[in-house]
């Protein structure tokens, strides 16, 4: 058997349905039917990938007249942050996890190599919730510290790093199982909240699944862990397609984009998917996207400095570090000395905690006026899903606007485009938390008052992002 085709041979018992089953739900058996053509063209996707992380990290830096039609740097870099990351952020959102199902590359190795490895059983350890959260908020800073969109040799560094932590996951746990994805991948905390706007989910039906009981026991392979009969709604599913069809039960199928987050009241997920939100995808994102062009770090670091001058401190201001650890890059007139390092640093953690503290507490506020109960902060808190996924879409698609721009193209309607985008998942969330309040028991004037908490919320992350892209 190839090893495109040990990732995940299923058996599927199920007959097909006796009525005509809705196009969408088709498209399920279609993906379960040819799941040895999609691990084929998950490892085309793996060379895909791996050239493009690997060969421009040994080509040396293209002088000032290449560009991204004609050298392999500048178009890797172009396609790992101008077009993949931000639209498979906004893949998540139309459809599912399907990029992580279908064509996520370290998904596809870390499953591969638990076919080969050592099976072993998954240490308690690593069941922490808090993993996808402490990833994703260190590797978004690290990432920041060594230039990770301008140099193909930091885009090695943590997205090869993070292959090889998922394949050496994989080899060491689980047979045939997406250990790395379930519990320790960066992003997939991410992916699971954007994932719950989904129109396309996997719906189980309960009572078809007690009916038709096989009459042996055939289970497919469900990658990222999951007990398929208790499985509702889209953040955790893969929507590989590998169980489609089973017991007569499961089918892809439409929804309203909504529905997961206004009836989640009774599984609104963790307090640490509630940090990652809030400190991570909003504070930390801003802080993240926002340093290059504030000009309150530029004044801090400058008044450092000054300080450091007048106090014989200047070994801060020349000394540097490997590229590794801090930008490095002196032929491209690049470098970071340790107090950029620093306030770079400061800058992206302290709006992380500044930004998302803020938003936290007027979230609490509301939830506790609107009376929604022990889990009610849990619940609203999602309503801001939405201006959380487009401030990410808007941050890493100012990749793609800058190098469009350094190619000649003028874009003067790219700041209409990012002001319908943001306002538009504005009142996406208002609406959300509007609905959301009124689950709670306070009467009318309360609910309107906990909403405006939201509003303050909502007109605070909207303004930071203006200042960004308007203000600065």
């Not at 040895?36 to 895909?48: G, K, P, S, T, Y």
């Not at 014989?312 to 970071?336: G, I, Q």
């Amino acid at each position: 058997m190839e090893p495109s085709q040990r990732i995940a041979s299923v058996t599927i018992d199920a007959t097909a349905p006796a009525t005509p089953r809705p196009r969408v739900a088709r498209f399920g058996e279609m993906l379960r039917r040819h799941s040895h053509a999609i691990r084929r063209l998950q490892w085309a996707v793996i060379l895909f990938y791996l050239a493009l992380l690997i060969i421009p990290a040994f080509m040396p830096l293209p002088d000032n007249s290449a560009r991204i039609v004609d050298n392999i740097r500048l178009f890797a870099q172009f396609l790992f942050w101008g077009i993949w990351w931000p639209f498979v952020l906004l893949s998540i959102v139309l459809l599912g996890r399907l990029w992580c199902g279908l064509l996520c590359p370290e998904g596809a190795l870390s499953e591969w190599a638990s076919e080969y490895g050592r099976s072993g059983g998954v240490p308690r350890w690593m069941r922490w919730g808090g993993w996808p959260t402490l990833g994703f908020i260190l590797t978004t800073l690290y990432g920041q510290l060594i230039s990770v969109y301008d140099y193909p040799q930091a885009a090695l560094l943590i997205l090869g790093g993070s292959t090889l932590a998922a394949m050496l996951v994989g080899y060491l746990y689980g047979r045939g199982k997406r250990v790395w994805c379930r519990y320790l991948c960066p992003v997939s905390g991410v992916f699971n909240l954007l994932a719950r706007l989904s129109p396309l989910h996997y719906r189980v039906d309960p009572q078809a699944w007690r009916d038709n009981r096989p009459p042996h026991r055939s289970v497919p392979n469900c990658a990222p862990l999951l007990d398929i009969r208790r499985m509702q709604g889209a953040a955790d599913c893969h929507a590989c397609g590998r169980c489609s069809g089973q017991r007569d039960a499961v089918w892809l199928s439409l929804r309203p984009m909504n529905r997961e987050i206004l009836e989640a009241s009774g599984s609104a997920g963790t307090g640490w998917d509630i940090r990652l939100l809030l400190y991570g995808m909003i504070g930390l994102a801003i802080g993240a996207f926002q340093w290059t062009v504030s000009p309150w770090l530029v004044t801090v670091k400058q008044a450092l400095a000054a300080w450091m001058v007048n106090h014989d401190m200047t070994w801060l201001l020349e000394r540097t570090a490997p590229w590794w650890l801090l930008t490095n890059y002196p032929e491209n007139n690049d470098v970071f000395n340790v107090l950029d390092g620093a306030v770079v640093g400061f800058y992206i953690l302290a709006s992380a905690l500044l930004i998302g503290a803020t938003v936290h507490g007027l979230v609490a506020l509301a939830a506790r006026m609107a009376r929604l109960g022990s889990r009610g902060l849990l619940h609203l808190a999602q309503s801001l899903i939405p201006i959380a996924g487009a401030g990410l879409f808007l941050g890493l698609s100012s990749t793609t606007v800058k190098w469009l721009r350094f190619e000649g193209l003028g874009l003067d309607w790219i700041g209409a485009v990012r002001a319908v985008l943001l306002l538009g998942a504005m009142f996406w969330s208002l609406w959300l938390g509007w609905q959301i309040l009124g689950q709670g028991t306070s009467g009318r004037t309360l609910r309107l008052a906990a909403w405006c908490n939201l509003l303050g919320a909502n007109l605070l992350i909207g303004g930071c992002w203006w200042l960004q892209f308007w203000g600065w």
